[in-house]
């Protein structure tokens, strides 16, 4: 499956942001997604998850003020970011498994379908 984030962009702290993510495989429900961020520097980070049955688990650090859906019918996931930080900022990526296993859904291992990145900026 081909994977496609998309929405990133330069927002001020405290404004929102959604990114997207299509595949190209009309059997996505049946892929957990995540999503994760890498900011300049720093190694790539798990930011949350959704299962296949709508389940979805996020970081500490961006536990409610993010939060992810999926529509299958559009073969997308969204990632709303809410209330953002200039720590947000990173190369956001989205990544898909159909194998993966629940204790596994948080790491970079578990995924081996990776969207190509969009980075969100966040002024102070």
């Known amino acids: 499956v081909q994977l496609q984030a998309s929405g990133g962009g330069l927002v001020q702290a405290g404004e929102s942001l959604t990114l997207s993510c299509a595949a190209s495989?009309?059997?996505?429900?049946?892929?957990?997604v995540a999503w994760f961020r890498q900011a300049p520097g720093k190694e790539r980070e798990f930011v949350g998850w959704?299962?296949?049955?709508?389940?979805?688990s996020l970081a500490d650090s961006v536990k409610g003020r993010f939060t992810i859906s999926r529509d299958n019918a559009k073969n997308t996931v969204y990632l709303q970011m809410n209330r953002l930080k200039p720590e947000d900022t990173a190369v956001y990526y989205c990544?898909?498994?159909?194998?993966?296993?629940?204790?596994?859904?948080?790491?970079?291992?578990?995924?081996?379908?990776w969207g190509q990145g969009t980075l969100v900026t966040v002024s102070s």
């Open positions: 495989d009309v059997t996505f429900g049946r892929y957990v």
């Open positions: 990544a898909a498994s159909q194998r993966a296993i629940l204790s596994e859904y948080a790491s970079r291992s578990a995924y081996n379908y």
């Open positions: 959704i299962s296949r049955s709508f389940r979805i």
